[in-house]
């Protein structure tokens, strides 16, 4: 998804992380995506005068499938979802996982008798352990579908039927 992404329900209830993507490709019943990266703080119109113009900007642009559950065509901007609480979870498995795996290493490693040397070492193959494990897991979510994105709805079209309505003035 992008910086911009919003969480909203979708037709089941589920609470979605919803991003803006552009289809590139249509293969049947699913659609080939590119994320379209934005800013939330206008980093872009800014350019030098934020530290975002001093990352370095994505050469190849991120592609990735999803259902074609509303017929899209090469072209359209579409708001794509994942589960909120699949991307907890694969967000937990990428993070904390090693993280802990590293911390609990050289715990038990000190706690066993051995020095920082044996403590350094063991939080390494702890962070290697995590790591490993974290890469079999995400390719477990991936393989039964749980980070598979879909189609929520073309972009720029209204949610439940709500007009698009302009700020209220203050005053």
Known sequence: MNEDSAARSDATGRRMVEGVARVVAVDGAKVWLEAESMSACAGCAAKAGCGTAAQPSRRTPRRFAATNDLDARIGERMVVGIPENALLR???????????????????????????????????????????????????????????????????????????????ARG
């Open 90 to 168: 694969a967000s937990a498995t990428a993070y904390l996982v090693p993280l802990l795996a590293m911390i609990v290493a050289a715990v038990a490693a000190s706690g066993l008798g051995g020095g920082d040397g044996a403590a350094a070492l063991a939080a390494a193959a702890g962070l290697v352990a995590g790591l490993a494990f974290a890469r079999r897991r995400a390719a477990m979510l991936t393989a039964h579908g749980g980070l598979t994105p879909v189609s929520l709805r073309r972009a720029g079209e209204a949610l439940d039927g709500a007009a698009c309505r302009p700020p209220l």
